[in-house]
């Protein structure tokens, strides 16, 4: 599985940003996929997961009602959708495929794939 992710960028607070991470190398559509995030000096953290078919989304607290998870089947791609940004969400972000195709984990350690990484720096 190769994973590509794309869309970061310096942005002001308030400011939105989407983020894609096109997927290659298995049936995309039957696997979840997600959104990681990495701080500065700080450890990986989960951020959005989807399921394979859309259905079912879940969210990190901190990201709740600012950003939103999606994903186009047709074109192997996730999004994240970024709203509302805060200089706290300044972190590399990370999609990532798990392992198996059974449930939605959100713990780094059920995924196995993971993209090369895209910064987004939140100025204040």
């Known amino acids: 599985v190769q994973l590509q992710a794309s869309g970061g960028g310096l942005v002001q607070a308030g400011g939105s940003l989407r983020l894609s991470c096109a997927a290659s190398?298995?049936?995309?559509?039957?696997?979840?996929m997600a959104w990681f995030r990495q701080p500065p000096g700080k450890d990986r953290e989960f951020v959005a997961a989807?399921?394979?078919?859309?259905?079912?989304?879940y969210y990190a607290d901190s990201v709740k009602a600012r950003f939103t998870i999606s994903r186009d089947n047709a074109k192997n791609t996730v999004y994240l959708q970024m709203n509302s940004l805060k200089p706290e969400d300044t972190a590399v972000y990370y999609c990532a495929a798990p392992i198996t195709d059974i449930g939605v984990p959100r713990t780094k350690w059920a995924y196995k794939y993971w993209g090369q990484g895209t910064q987004v720096t939140v100025s204040s």
């Open positions: 989807i399921s394979g078919s859309g259905a079912s989304t």
């Open positions: 190398g298995r049936a995309f559509s039957s696997y979840t």
